[in-house]
């Protein structure tokens, strides 16, 4: 017989039970938690040691080595996913703050699972296709493979980007720092491979129609000479015509800088451009030509006076330095002279930009020599084969705007725009600060300048402020040097000596930002703010005496950016390449 004292019992034990179930489901469910969670990391570690074979393979140019890192890499990458998937792992990531971490676990790992099927497997299927050693071979490369990989880079690089974007949505920060580091490691990994694939597939759309595919094209090749600064980032000396027909190319001449001195071209590059350099006349003076930073001007008015000169026109043009140069010898080996010299890595920059104006001082015979030169390198690059060292040497010299390329076509054109190797210069959402330098003597001093730069940036929402320090320092060694070298035919009104230099330095800064202030060693200057292509831009004359240096600050008030917005620092090459520090707010 069942008391009142069991009738009131027997509710309680029954929620009890209840609770003891649910903390029993609770703990199964933080157990299964934890063990999977356990073993997905070991597969994403297995993933990151299979990655890291797949490039060895890459760089070694082992494709079934490459393909069955790949494969393993997927493999691992689809077993995390699993391991993190189900009804735990989903209720776990709805928990308001505390489910952060096992959100950013399961979008963690469904993301690899896609780097893997989506990105790895389809590159390596068509590996031995597109092996560089077969693509690219004695200045030919084979357009049929090009074509054949378009759509699949093309999608390996799509969801490469959707991907990375999906990482980025994720918390940047959770109340589980491991994860925190896990999500950023992982961002990270896929931004770089990104950057590196995105231009392998913008390369394979653009490369088969510029190298030929559908009749021969012509490009003009200006070798620039950073002793002597310009905008673009040296003179323009020597250049060459060169031709590609269904991939074959080829050097069809030579020519000195002076068979360009009386063209004329009287193109038109806009108001804007010609407010800023009409004084250079860089549309009809040939070694003014690269005045501007953005290398389609300077493209454009080879191109014209090329066409002029001869006839012809062209279909794009390239600049490369001798410092991009060094790093092709660096790869293909030496170049060799009919008088036995060699032309090497160590030595082409030194050689081109500095002691060649003390073993020729003879003009012609200087001119003639450096044209030796240059037909011995070009045969020797078409002798190269084609290597993963080749290519990154090509997107160094890119990423450094030391090899730069402009088409005539708007559409390919367009595509190039977004890179590097264009040579732009825009005005991309974010901070921007850069200087450049302009030789104002005539002389060939800059090849002995060093420059620092240092960018801070204050506030965040409001009252943002930038000081950009720009450190010249004229390092002209002990000793006469050729009068060619040290010219002034800027006609100083003051006593200089040999070795003195002087440059126009230009500072572009962020759209919409105004200089408040630029002091050149402490001394306060005169601001006329102007613009080119969107950027904030003031120019001042800076007189560089030898053996010292000089400092020039600009404060710039800077309109807000978003929380996430980046920073751009124009960096012009030069002989010696400019040293950057910044220092910037913690805004995210």
Sequence with gaps: MSTPGDATNRPRGIVRSIWLIV?????????????????????????HRAVSALRTAVDN????AAQSDAKQAAAAAHSAHRLTTGPA??????????????????????????????VLIPLAQIGDKVTLSKLVDHGRIELTPLLEARPVLDGAASALHRSTQRIDMLPHHTWLPLLDSARTTLQTSLTKLSRQ?????????????????????????????????????????????????????????????????????GLNLGAQYAALYRSADPTNVYPNSTISPDFSNAARIWAAMWQKYSGQAVDGAMAIDPTAISYLLKVTGPAKLADGTQVT???????????????????????????????????????????TSLVRAIARGASER????????????RRLAAFPIAGGLSSPSGYYAGFVTVNATGGKLDYYIVRDMDYRRTGCSTSVVSTSTFTLTNAVPPGPLPSYVTIRADNPSGAVRPG???VLLSYYGTPGSRITALTIDGQAQLVAQTAE????????????????????????SEPAQPPDAGTTILRQPAAQPVRISETLPACR
Excluded at 23 to 45: D, K, M, N, P, S
Excluded at 229 to 258: H, L, M, Y
Excluded at 402 to 413: H, T
């Design 61 to 64: 140019n082992d494709v079934p």
């Design 23 to 47: 903390l029993g489901v609770l703990l199964l469910a933080v157990l299964w938690l934890a063990i999977t969670a356990v073993l997905a990391r070991e597969r994403v570690a297995t993933v």
């Design 533 to 556: 292509n969107g950027l904030a831009l003031v120019i001042v004359p800076v007189e560089l005496p030898r053996g010292h240096s000089v400092k020039v600050v600009v404060t710039a």
């Design 345 to 387: 890595a160590d030595n082409v920059v030194s050689l081109t930009q500095k002691s060649l104006y003390q073993s020729y001082p003879d003009t012609t015979a200087r001119k003639r020599y450096l044209l030796s030169i240059a037909d011995a390198i070009s045969l020797r690059l078409l002798q190269a084969h084609g290597s």
């Design 500 to 502: 003195d230099n002087r």
């Design 89 to 118: 792992w989903w209720a776990a990531s709805q928990v308001p703050w505390l489910g952060r971490p096992a959100e950013t676990a399961r979008v963690c790992a469904e993301q690899t699972d896609v780097l893997g099927r989506q």
């Design 197 to 265: 694939l995105t231009p392998l597939s913008q390369a394979a759309d653009v490369l088969p129609e510029m190298l030929g595919q559908s009749g021969t094209k012509r490009y003009f090749v200006g070798l620039e000479n950073e002793a002597e600064s310009r905008g673009v980032g040296g003179i323009p000396g020597a250049f060459a015509i060169v031709t590609a027909s269904n991939g074959k190319i080829a050097f069809q001449e030579f020519e000195s800088d002076t068979t360009l001195a009386k063209v004329r071209t």
């Design 402 to 413: 030391r090899v730069l390329v402009w088409s005539a076509d708007p559409q390919i054109e």
